[in-house]
């Protein structure tokens, strides 16, 4: 069993910044990109950032974010503990939403990558 555990979300005033962290636990054998998605009420979900394995490196590879956060958010990880972080700064009103971590896991040696999900962790920028 898989599980994806968020944490560190919060109310912020604008402005402020938050670090989220997800750590994956159970049967995994291997992890291969991880990513922090968000959803606002009555939108879509929405990738925010990712960051590949980066292969035998501790801190992982390459990142990819969103235009609405470059500049702002930055993802990192650390592989030796199963671990993805989101640091947010200048936050907006319009980052508020739940937060997803989602990270593609092989459970086993002879298993295939699967999408994991964690619960969502929220977060509200306001005054």
């Known amino acids: 069993q898989v599980q994806l555990v968020e944490s560190g979300g919060g109310l912020v005033q604008p402005g402020g910044s938050l670090r989220l962290s997800c750590v994956a636990s159970g049967s995994i054998f291997s992890i291969n990109n991880m990513g922090w998605y968000r959803q606002a009420p009555g939108k879509q979900r929405e990738l925010v950032a990712g960051i590949t394995s980066g292969g035998s490196t501790t801190s992982g590879g390459s990142t990819y974010y969103a235009d609405s956060v470059k500049g702002r958010f930055t993802i990192s990880r650390d592989n030796a503990k199963n671990t993805a972080f989101l640091q947010m700064n200048s936050l907006k009103p319009e980052d508020t939403a739940v937060y997803y971590c989602?990270?593609?896991?092989?459970?086993?040696?002879?298993?295939?990558?699967?999408?994991?999900w964690g619960q969502g962790t929220q977060v509200t920028v306001s005054s």
């Open positions: 989602n990270a593609q896991i092989r459970p086993g040696r002879d298993a295939t990558y699967h999408a994991y």
